[in-house]
């Protein structure tokens, strides 16, 4: 019934949906008992002449269809909070009124979300049991200071002192427990318009000094034009700085922060004024170099290379080191997008980056370059055949076009980690079926998460519609994200689109 129950909503069966839940809670509702062949076909009995009952499609029928909003670019809010059920509740609510949420329970979770995944809107507790929204905001402020995150803190605390001191941290709203959920869209609505004009008017990026991507849509515009008329060709890197991530490890975002803007400050330095430097994501940067073939761009930026690597930054009494690798290419075809000059360009950088990194490697001939993909396991463990089947059906179709996806599906905790390659160098996505045999998938995550790599894990569960209790303990082994049974299969996809722009 377990199986029935998950599947049958999932695929749009939906009145076979509601009878076998019902029939499923009246079956958990008398507790364990021993029941006899006669008694089970008993209690099945009317499922199974449902069931067996043809279905009748006139033409007359009516059918209601229900728009729903998948996009991946929806407004991302990071709900932190302790209270799961609130949790919950509010990530239900906002993703019914069209945005895209990331909820935890952990506050070391949330911060490494809000470096990771830029949002658009921070919510958050004002009390922990082990810590409070003030030590998180204090812990982000940096951050705040230069990118403008609009943030709401929701407390049953009314205390003058507790106001005063949040806005003085820079918090930008307030509501009292318990939310009214209308009240609360209209603010974020309100604040997010205000996120947008504010982004409209500036092309910089806030944090390093570079231009950000909204202007690069302009720039190409205005070289595509230029070329059309004169027939000018121009040379398009994209940069990476190496090992980046075990910067924010080791020595923390701030830091990381301090690497980014003094790359940027290099780069302005050293490229001509003519060369636009633009954050394309994280520690990714797109450099356009007007007039330049792309042999003497590459040469150019080898050279670089050799000069970043040697500027010094410094942690505490640490002092430390970092080099970049890049992709180039010339772009000597004006079109009506981007998109495939970037692609080869960024082809071209995994070269580099799979050769040892610290170098750059050049591409002339791009109408011909084929892209190069970098690898992603989806891993998908259910004891649900079907739901395996419909999974791996589903996500044959790329949820990423940068991405070459090895799927991989699995009955049991037990064969997933019999089975699958755990030691490959690239990430892995799994989506995780709560409700298992033996090894169920909370011990399946407690062990993934007990890894020494659990880092390159990314944990999708898949819960019960009512199991509360579920969500909670899910959140709190360290999921990245949950999926009630029965999901609509766009609304996975779009999960894990979201997911995998935060691994690569």
């Not at 994280?282 to 003497?296: H, T």
Request: proline residues 3%.
């Amino acid at each position: 019934m377990h199986s029935l129950k998950g599947t049958s909503g999932t695929i749009g069966l939906h009145e076979l949906h509601a009878k076998v839940t019902a029939l499923h809670d009246a079956f958990l509702a008398m507790g364990r008992k021993q029941w006899s062949s006669k008694q089970l076909k008993l209690f099945l009995a009317e499922l199974i002449s449902d069931i067996n009952q043809p279905s009748e499609i006139t033409p007359d029928a009516q059918y209601t269809t229900v728009a729903i909003d998948y996009r991946i670019d929806k407004p991302l809010a990071l709900i932190l909070d302790d209270d799961v059920a609130l949790l919950t509740y509010l990530k239900d609510e906002l993703e019914a009124a069209g945005w895209s949420v990331v909820a935890t329970a952990s506050p070391y979770k949330a911060i490494e979300y809000f470096h990771a995944m830029a949002p658009d809107s921070l919510i958050l507790d004002l009390h922990f049991s082990d810590s409070d929204g003030f030590q998180v905001i204090e812990t982000l402020s940096e951050k705040l200071k230069r990118q403008y995150v609009p943030t709401m803190m929701i407390s049953h605390d009314t205390s003058r002192q507790a106001k005063l001191k949040a806005y003085r941290m820079g918090i930008d709203d307030m509501m009292v427990k318990p939310i009214d959920m209308e009240e609360m869209l209209a603010r974020l609505d309100r604040q997010l318009r205000n996120k947008r004009r504010l982004e409209q008017l500036l092309f910089i990026d806030e944090l390093t000094g570079a231009y950000n991507r909204k202007y690069m849509h302009d720039l190409f515009n205005k070289l595509f034009t230029e070329m059309k008329r004169s027939g000018e060709v121009f040379s398009l890197a994209v940069l990476d700085l190496d090992h980046f991530k075990s910067v924010n490890d080791t020595y923390g975002h701030l830091i990381g922060d301090e690497v980014l803007r003094g790359f940027v400050a290099f780069l302005k330095a050293n490229l001509r004024s003519t060369d636009s430097i633009i954050r394309y994501g994280g520690e990714e940067f797109v450099i356009v170099m007007p007039r330049l073939e792309v042999g003497y761009a590459k040469q150019l930026l080898t050279e670089l290379i050799e000069g970043f690597s040697q500027m010094s930054f410094h942690s505490g009494d640490a002092v430390f080191h970092c080099s970049f690798s890049g992709g180039v290419t010339l772009v000597d075809e004006p079109t009506s997008s981007s998109h495939v000059w970037i692609e080869a360009a960024d082809t071209a950088l995994y070269q580099a980056k799979t050769a040892g990194r610290r170098q750059i490697v050049a591409t002339t001939d791009s109408n011909h370059f084929e892209p190069m993909k970098r690898k992603l396991h989806i891993a998908i463990v259910d004891d649900d055949p079907m739901i395996r089947k419909l999974l791996t059906d589903e996500l044959e179709e790329d949820i990423h076009d940068r991405l070459e996806m090895v799927l991989h599906a699995f009955s049991s905790g037990e064969q997933f980690f019999q089975e699958m390659d755990l030691n490959d160098s690239a990430p892995y996505l799994i989506i995780l079926d709560v409700m298992m045999p033996q090894m169920d998938g909370f011990s399946v995550l407690r062990r993934i998460r007990d890894m020494p790599n659990e880092e390159k894990f990314t944990v999708v569960m898949l819960t019960g519609r009512k199991s509360e209790q579920d969500t909670v303990q899910a959140l709190q082994l360290g999921a990245d994200d949950y999926v009630t049974k029965p999901f609509n299969i766009e609304e996975l996809k779009a999960r894990l689109k979201r997911l995998v722009n935060r691994v690569y």
